[in-house]
């Protein structure tokens, strides 16, 4: 009879999680209940883009963003119908929040006290990184100043009350996004963390004893993109950096409370439209960076969908996702060793490398002051646009190879995007104007004098040094709205529009004799002549509230190198305000970026403003994760080019853009004198 075999020991899996929310609270409640049913062990929403910035629902930048990306959530009974069903006291709850991260929070806590749950015993995440938004996602509302203030109000409030909540998770992960090497990563991200960290301890509200509790509850969201090796290398540069950091600067000697804690989103910028099948092992090797190395292994993994650059993943694809991670975790031996790289002279070298990097650079920017004046002054965000144009130039010249995009594009039709229309998930239209009508309701039903009374007193509170987190839970409390919270604030705390970055890029690709770009710079400056103008003038804009304006950013600077004039305001701005500076600066063509699926709504409206306004001769592309059907009824609605992630030659987009400025100006097509076409 064979000997039992010795029983295998193995490590504790990550958080296993999928980001997720759409439509209405409703629908999200159902989907939370589905993917815990699945296996999943803890919840990661998303909210919103009215939510994230601080607007209801029945605002006008709101519109054709309700529901699109996340969930809405308007007052304390969208945070009820959310977690129906769900008890908080059991369950961990990741939210990506930043600028109202604090009024989110008091909405849970208060359906958590409903429940009957001990709110000490509540676990989760709050993102609440607001200097990420400033850099890239763009969800920012209130200056730096205030906006710090509320980060460390909320960061006290929890480690008196919810002891167990990590209030801030400091994010690199869009800034790899927005274009960042690993060295920006590791320093900007831990210049936030210095920053925080500086802010709460100056504050007084934490006495200096307890400064360990305010450190061990810091954790990271980090991004690892499908260099795996440099992406593992990073995550032990960045245990090792918070290591002497939190001792060193701020003399915390218990381990525990040093231990560098992180969850990770793999790289969605790295995803492709183009063979897009591609994704799912481009996926599987990210999760390896963050997982194989146990010295440095993720706390919590979600990882994105396989077709993300298509549009809004199904719940199919989020739990094919979700098994990539339950077969790593369940099936291989991955969990059973301890860290497999210790002694490799390869990973050892490659850390100290990024270390030494992002030291130089952390020390740069303390040097300015901080993290804050950095952003101000725009040195971090034009370092990340700047980063970004040249990974964007290696990739159109072939250097960065991208497999089913610059090479190896010959391809099979695929079964998985043989029909588009179902490929997606689509978010009914209709469900907009449910919650709109769910939102009417809940005001004409709520005490409205205990609600002016809780806004006063968040005023108030607000012009002087007092936390605001009591007052923001008697708005909670009381019935108060996500958009009369925020502006309540807003009469205090101002707006803060963020830089954009464009205009201190340096150029990222030549215009070499022969090249593409030196044939659309001829082609830019002849039509010009022929116009009878200095320069081509281009406007790109965002309608509504999609922040992020990497792609944005992106094509504004090239057409800069190629000779164009370029309007760039920034996000954030109404179908209204974009005619306005069409008209105003006498464009020759309107670009809209737009990512978060709003575009069925919105670009109909720029196209019917300026028609009104007279302006018939001015094309208008469009640019974004946009489906096939949406990008032909686009057309057919009177745009003149439609781009989407599989266009990645921003050169050969910038010499379309030409084609169609002199197609609507009845010019005859361009004829390069130069070897090289801008087809």
Request: proline residues 5%; aromatic residues 6%.
């Amino acid at each position: 009879m064979a000997e039992p075999s010795e029983r295998i020991v193995r490590d504790r899996p990550w958080l296993m999680r999928t980001y997720a929310g759409h439509s209405t609270a409703s629908d999200s409640n159902a989907l939370y209940r589905k993917n815990l049913a699945k296996g999943q062990t803890g919840l990661s929403v998303a909210f919103d883009l009215p939510t994230q910035t601080g607007y209801d629902s029945d605002h006008v930048l709101a519109r054709g963003e309700v529901g699109r990306v996340g969930v809405p959530v308007g007052h304390v009974g969208d945070m009820r119908t959310l977690f129906d069903g769900i008890p908080l006291e059991q369950t961990n709850t990741s939210m990506t929040i930043n600028a109202t991260a604090m009024w989110l929070l008091a909405l849970y806590q208060v359906v958590a006290e409903e429940q009957g749950a001990d709110i000490a015993k509540l676990t989760g995440t709050t993102q609440n990184d607001i200097v990420k938004e400033y850099l890239s996602r763009g969800t920012h509302v209130f200056p730096p100043g205030p906006s710090v203030r509320l980060i460390t109000d909320m960061i006290a409030y929890t480690v008196g009350n919810i002891p167990k909540w990590n209030p801030i998770n400091i994010c690199s992960y869009h800034l790899q996004e927005a274009g960042a090497t690993p060295v920006q990563e590791i320093a900007y991200a831990m210049c936030t963390a210095i920053s925080v960290l500086d802010a709460v301890r100056d504050s007084g509200q934490v006495p200096a004893e307890r400064m360990g509790e305010v450190v061990a509850r810091i954790s990271f969201f980090v991004n690892a993109g499908v260099r795996f090796v440099e992406e593992m290398c990073k995550m032990r540069a960045f245990a090792q950096l918070w290591e002497k950091v939190t001792l060193e600067r701020y003399g915390i000697q218990d381990p525990k409370q040093r231990r560098f804690r992180y969850g990770v989103q793999v790289n969605s910028l790295g995803l492709t439209e183009a063979q897009p099948e591609n994704n799912v092992q481009r996926i599987v090797l990210e999760m390896l960076a963050v997982t194989l190395s146990k010295d440095a292994r993720a706390r919590a993994v979600q990882l994105p969908a396989w077709n993300e650059a298509l549009g809004l993943p199904r719940p199919w694809d989020q739990q094919w996702s979700l098994r990539i991670q339950q077969v790593l975790a369940y099936e291989s031996d991955l969990l059973e060793y301890g860290d497999i790289f210790n002694g490799s002279e390869v990973i050892e070298n490659k850390t100290a490398a990024l270390l030494a990097g992002a030291e130089a650079e952390i020390a740069k920017v303390l040097e300015m002051g901080g993290v804050i004046p950095a952003v101000e002054s725009g040195y971090l965000k034009s370092n990340l646009v700047s980063s970004h144009a040249n990974r964007r130039a290696r990739i159109e010249s072939g250097e960065d190879k991208i497999v089913g995009v610059n090479c190896f594009d010959t391809t099979e039709e695929s079964p998985l995007t043989a029909d588009l229309d179902t490929a997606i998930m689509v978010v009914d239209p209709a469900s907009e104007q449910s919650v709109l009508g769910a939102l009417k309701e809940w005001r004409e039903n709520r005490d409205e004098s205990a609600v002016q009374s809780a806004l006063e007193q968040l005023r108030a509170t607000a012009a002087t040094s007092d936390n605001l987190m009591p007052a923001t839970l008697a708005c909670a409390r009381a019935g108060v709205t996500t958009g009369e919270w925020s502006f309540a604030l807003r009469d205090v705390f101002g707006e803060y529009r963020a830089p954009t970055g464009v205009g201190g890029a340096p150029v990222a690709v030549a215009a070499e004799p022969g090249g593409e770009l030196a044939a659309v710079r001829e082609a830019v400056a002849a039509t010009a002549a022929e116009l009878g103008t200095g320069k081509l003038r281009l406007l790109v804009g965002k309608p509504g509230l999609d922040g992020h304006s990497n792609g944005a950013e992106q094509i504004a600077v090239r057409a800069r190198d190629a000779g164009f004039e370029v309007v760039y305001q920034g996000i954030r701005l109404t179908p209204e305000q974009i005619v306005s500076a069409a008209v105003a600066e006498d464009v020759h063509c309107v670009g809209l970026s737009i990512l978060s699926g709003a575009h069925p709504e919105l670009v109909p409206d720029v196209l019917n403003r300026l028609r009104r306004a007279g302006v018939e001769d001015v094309p208008v592309i469009v640019g974004g994760i946009i489906p096939a059907a949406d990008g032909e009824a686009l057309k057919a609605a009177g745009v003149a080019a439609v781009f989407t992630p599989k266009d990645f030659g921003i050169t050969t987009i910038i010499g379309r853009i030409v084609d169609e400025i002199r197609l609507a100006n009845r010019l005859q097509p361009w004829t390069p004198t130069t070897a090289a076409s801008t087809s």
